[in-house]
């Protein structure tokens, strides 16, 4: 049975700005909180240890201007919090437009949802064979449920109502959602790329070389990763290209908030890592270690991951990137938390 220390533990970060102002801190920030306590913990970080307070008053533009907004870096470990919500087998999570938090819990049969406030609801429930969900920001949640070879998609509004928007004939693999309200999903039996419209029809966009294990939609059509850890580029008019790889054997494909492609590793060292995408088939680039039995993760608008982990019947947040006040401006400036960051020479009480 692993515990909070094991996923302390298991938790790495990732790349650091290059210009960076040093903070010296008197102990690492204390790492499991309530989903409330974060905003607490941080605002009495920024009074007692960097001294910040209100901006002043006066023209933010103009006051902007004449003062550098270097990135703060603070030497300790990330922030971890476990979600408020009680799941039993969380298969995947997604971060929204809107800043919400929605969880699939399949065990459950039921989807949740976590406001930017933190309150917890129920989106819908009684749906069994949960896989995947997407969010279309035109149309609102989708659903892949899957029952032996085939599947069937649901939407679902935000009163809860649920509507069959069509049945998939073949093992579906991925679940995207485009800008237009077009899903898309692979078919494992045959390879394929499927689009489907708002209304239910389906189209095979291409045929792809090997077996998909996963996709992610983005602003050109789709992000296919194989089996072999190739990604490949589909357009919506079909053309299909190899644009890198990830570790062979990746099981969940992502975008970061920058969006470039991440992909979910599992059995290494009794962990599992997060890998960005390399120019080599032979190449490995680790962005993150997370706790093994994690199957899905998210990233919210700032690339603070969030976790679903079946093993430990949780979903659980690890907060390494603020945006805090300037002082002098009141003009947001990012601050990340590293265990590798430098130690400052002497104590420092200056935050740009």
Request: hydrophobic share 40%; aromatic share 4%; proline share 7%.
């Amino acid at each position: 049975m692993k515990t909070e220390r094991d996923i302390d533990n298991s938790l790495t970060t990732g790349r650091l700005p290059t210009k960076i102002v040093r903070v010296k801190t008197c102990r690492p920030v204390p790492l499991f909180l309530g989903y409330g306590e974060l905003n607490r913990l941080v605002s009495t970080f920024l009074i007692a240890v960097l001294g910040i307070t209100a901006p002043l008053s006066g023209d933010d533009g103009d006051r902007a201007s004449d003062h550098p907004h270097s990135p703060v870096i603070v030497r300790s470990r990330p922030v971890i919090e476990r979600l408020p919500v009680r799941v039993i087998r969380p298969v995947d999570v997604i971060y929204n437009a809107l800043r919400e938090t929605v969880i699939a819990d399949a065990d459950g049969q039921v989807i949740f949802r976590i406001n930017s406030a933190g309150d917890v609801s129920v989106i819908c429930r009684d749906l069994p064979g949960i896989s995947r969900i997407a969010d279309a920001s035109s149309l609102g949640l989708h659903v892949l449920t899957t029952e032996q070879r085939a599947g069937r998609i649901f939407r679902v509004t935000d009163n809860g109502f649920q509507e069959d928007v069509c049945e998939l004939p073949f093992p579906p693999t991925g679940l995207g959602a485009d800008r237009f309200g077009n899903l898309w999903t692979c078919d494992s039996a045959s390879n394929s790329v499927v689009r489907i419209t708002s209304d239910g029809q389906r189209t095979v966009i291409t045929r792809l070389p090997e077996a998909a294990r996963d996709l992610v939609v983005d602003e050109f059509g789709a992000l296919i990763l194989l089996e072999s850890g190739a990604v490949r580029s589909v357009t919506t008019a079909g053309d299909s290209e190899t644009i890198g790889y990830l570790p062979s054997g990746s099981v969940r494909l992502r975008t970061d908030s920058d969006g470039r492609p991440v992909a979910l590793r599992h059995g290494v060292q009794n962990s599992a890592q997060l890998c960005g995408l390399t120019t080599s088939a032979e190449a490995i680039d680790c962005v993150a270690s997370v706790p093994a039995g994690t199957t899905g993760f998210a990233f919210d608008h700032l690339g603070n991951l969030i976790l679903a982990n079946p093993e430990l019947r949780a979903v659980t947040k690890v907060t390494s990137q603020f945006r805090i006040p300037c002082p002098h401006c009141g003009k947001l400036v990012p601050m990340v938390f590293s265990a590798d960051a430098p130690v400052a020479d002497q104590p420092l009480r200056r935050s740009f």
